[in-house]
């Protein structure tokens, strides 16, 4: 294959989705691999290109709510307020599947995991194509999830035809995901859309699943989203810092100031100590630290409640054992 196109073109974009090739497509979480799903060749290639295991179901993303039907089969009355509430948005819901769903895109299972990008750029080209398009992040299994182009480019030059552009992924984390039984909402991925959000909305109880062996939603499995660095993250970063003394060592926290002359690196991920800046900016500098030579890169543990439960569970998904 000839070299990656970046681009800001969204007709080419759709026309090469509408030919049943694999692109790069910005949402406003993540960047997406994305295929139409009634592509066989495109579905196995999002597979192919990320090293992706075949039981890890694909998000299908859609342009607006009038093709929900088209790819659930039942849609309960708790997904319609949560739609009307966060679509297009970060959320993302396990629905019953309609037969006409691959099954390679749900790994077999009954359920389909839909959303609505809020990206303008996503929204203008899923409306081109008319068609649901699967698009799991934009990097190989387990790496970090890429939150600008050039983070795609760097995964996939060359093995893919091109990548749309649409600058930096605003909220900079993974979808929520959720699911229903009976009057509950279940919870599989932590996001930026939390649990008291949720449950302000519809009134009901929430179940926590994200740590269930069952992988029944995309991003269920223990490693993922790491950086090549080995990383690790705690509450008490001079402490771990102080252990290290002597190797290389990146630190990202958040708040204004961390200083300690033992480490070679350290950023703030918000100077204000914002968790919904902090998502924003987590995944561009891990991809910044990941390419400095580190020995170590340690996270300040975050708040364990909203977003910062999120952004603590990609964490405990990156870390490493040391």
């Not at 196995?44 to 009038?66: C, E, M, Q």
């Not at 699943?209 to 992988?215: D, F, I």
């Not at 402490?239 to 350290?266: C, D, M, P, R």
């Not at 409640?305 to 990156?318: F, I, M």
Request: net charge negative; charged share 20%.
């Amino acid at each position: 294959m000839r070299k990656t196109i970046l681009t800001t073109n969204i007709p080419e974009a759709a026309r090469r989705l509408l030919d049943g090739e694999v692109i790069g497509m910005p949402t406003e979480t993540v960047y997406g691999l994305a295929g139409i799903i009634n592509s066989d060749t495109a579905i196995s290639n999002i597979f192919k290109v990320k090293g992706r295991p075949a039981d890890n179901p694909l998000i299908v993303h859609i342009a607006g709510l009038s093709q929900l039907d088209d790819v659930a089969a039942e849609v309960p009355e708790l997904a319609r307020q949560l739609s009307r509430a966060f679509w297009p948005g970060p959320l993302t819901m396990l629905l019953k599947k309609r037969s006409t769903v691959p099954d390679v895109v749900t790994a077999g299972l009954e359920t389909v995991a839909v959303r609505m990008p809020a990206h303008p750029a996503a929204l203008a080209l899923l409306s081109i194509v008319g068609e649901p398009v699967a698009a799991p992040s934009a990097n190989p299994f387990g790496a970090i999830s890429p939150s600008e182009a050039a983070h795609v480019l760097k995964y996939f030059d060359g093995k893919i035809p091109l990548i749309l552009d649409g600058g930096p992924s605003i909220v900079g984390i993974e979808s929520t995901i959720v699911g229903f039984e009976g009057t509950d909402v279940v919870v599989y991925r932590h996001g930026s859309i939390t649990a008291g959000q949720i449950m302000a909305v519809t009134g009901a109880t929430f179940i926590d699943r994200h740590s269930g062996a069952a992988k029944v939603a995309p991003g269920m499995y223990p490693r993922h989203y790491a950086p090549a660095t080995p990383l690790v993250f705690s509450n008490d970063l001079q402490k771990l810092a102080e252990q290290h003394k002597g190797k290389k060592i990146g630190v990202l926290y958040y708040g204004e100031f961390f200083i300690n002359n033992a480490v070679t690196i350290s950023c703030s991920l918000s100077p204000s100590a914002d968790m919904d800046e902090v998502a924003a900016n987590l995944y561009g500098t891990l991809h910044r630290l990941d390419g400095l030579g580190l020995d170590l890169i340690i996270v300040q543990e975050f708040p364990a409640e909203g977003v910062g439960a999120a952004l603590n569970d990609k964490l405990k998904r990156a870390s490493w054992q040391l």
